[in-house]
T-cell receptor, first 112, second 112 residues
C-alpha cells in the first residue's frame, strides 16, 4: 500500500469515448502529478498541481484534461483518444517542501 | 536537470549484494541524487537520496564519489523481490514541487 490509490486499475475505451481516471491520496501532501509510461519508454511528466493550482503542463494534447478539486484528489479526463495514447498512467504526490514522490500503481489504459 | 547514465541491465544472485552504478558527470553542486525502483505492474517506489555523504536506510545504501560524478546503489542482500527497474535521477532540492525526469533505468534480475 503506497498511500496513493488509483482507479480503475485497467480501462479499455474506444476513440470516441469519454472516461476519467481518478487518484486519491491521504498522505497530507500538497503536490500531485500525472505521469505517462508507454511501452519501452521512460516515464513522462504530464501535469503538476501544487496546492490545487496547475503549475506544469508538459505540452500535453488537449484530449487530456486534468482536474484537481482539492489537495487529496486528482482526475485525468480523457476524450477522443488515439491508440498511441495506450499506456500506464501513474499518479504521484509529494510534500511541497520536496520530499520524495509517492506513486500509485497506475491505470493501464488501452485505446481501441 | 543533469543527465544520468545507467547500464540497461544487470544480474545478481539471490543473497548477494547488488551494486547498481550511475554516472552523473554534469551534476551541479546543489543537485541531489535520487534512486527509485519500479517492480513489474507497480508504480515507482522511492528508495533513497543523498547530496554528497553516503546514506543508508532500511532498503539500501547510497555511495556517492567525492567528485559527485557517479554513485552506486547497494542492495546488501538481494532477494527475488528486488527484481525491478532501478532509476537514478538527479534533481535540485528546491522549495517547490518535485519535478523528476526519469531515464530508462537498469533492469535488475535477481536469480535463485
Amino acid at each position: 500500500e503506497t498511500g496513493v490509490t488509483q482507479t480503475p486499475r485497467h480501462l479499455v475505451m474506444g476513440m470516441t469515448n469519454k472516461k476519467s481516471l481518478k487518484c486519491e491520496q491521504h498522505l497530507g501532501h500538497n503536490a500531485m502529478y500525472w505521469y505517462k509510461q508507454s511501452a519501452k519508454k521512460p516515464l513522462e511528466l504530464m501535469f503538476v498541481y501544487n496546492f490545487k493550482e496547475q503549475t506544469e503542463n508538459n505540452s500535453v494534447p488537449s484530449r487530456f484534461s486534468p482536474e484537481c478539486p482539492n489537495s487529496s484528489h486528482l482526475f485525468l479526463h480523457l476524450h477522443t483518444l488515439q491508440p498511441e495514447d495506450s499506456a500506464l498512467y501513474l499518479c504521484a504526490s509529494s510534500q511541497e517542501t520536496g520530499a520524495p514522490l509517492h506513486f500509485g500503481n497506475g491505470t493501464r489504459l488501452t485505446v481501441t | 536537470d543533469a543527465k544520468t547514465t545507467q547500464p540497461p541491465s544487470m544480474d545478481c544472485a539471490e543473497g548477494r549484494a547488488a551494486n547498481l552504478p550511475c554516472n552523473h558527470s554534469t551534476i551541479s553542486g546543489n543537485e541531489y541524487v535520487y534512486w527509485y525502483r519500479q517492480i513489474h505492474s507497480q508504480g515507482p517506489q522511492y528508495i533513497i537520496h543523498g547530496l554528497k555523504n553516503n546514506e543508508t536506510n532500511e532498503m539500501a545504501s547510497l555511495i556517492i564519489t567525492e567528485d559527485r560524478k557517479s554513485s552506486t546503489l547497494i542492495l546488501p542482500h538481494a532477494t527475488l523481490r528486488d527484481t525491478a527497474v532501478y532509476y537514478c535521477i538527479v534533481r535540485v532540492m528546491n522549495t517547490g514541487f518535485q519535478k523528476l525526469v526519469f531515464g530508462t533505468g537498469t533492469r535488475l534480475l535477481v536469480s535463485p
